[in-house]
């Protein structure tokens, strides 16, 4: 039977104590992203969406993710098969569109 990994963590929107939610242009969109014997992640929404331009937000994090997925999934192979991978780089973009 496959062993299970759970990924537990606690957001919290930090950009609560700048105000409520009182219309949708006013209120932060700043979180941070908390768990167990790690660093603290902090980001906001997408400048698009009214958040942080210089902040991490959860598409850019989506695309480090799936890059990432795919390159440990590679070298992984790479090692099992012999294949020595001296470098590796990846230009990934995502798209978020309305169609």
């Known amino acids: 039977m496959p062993k299970t990994h759970l990924y537990p ?3 919290v929107w930090t950009g ?3 105000g ?3 219309s949708y242009r006013a209120y932060s969109r700043a979180w941070r992203a908390d768990r167990d014997g790690k660093p603290s992640l902090t980001g906001s929404a997408d400048a698009s969406f ?3 331009e210089g902040a991490w937000n959860p598409e850019d994090l989506l695309v480090a993710s799936l890059s990432a997925c795919h390159m440990l999934s590679y070298l992984a192979v790479c090692s099992l098969k012999g294949v020595e ?3 590796y780089t ?3 973009t995502g798209t978020l569109s309305p169609d």
């Open 90 to 92: 990846d230009d990934a």
């Open 16 to 18: 609560a104590k700048d």
């Open 50 to 52: 009214r958040g942080d």
């Open 85 to 87: 991978v001296l470098a």
């Open 20 to 22: 409520p939610t009182t």
């Open 9 to 11: 963590l606690n957001l």
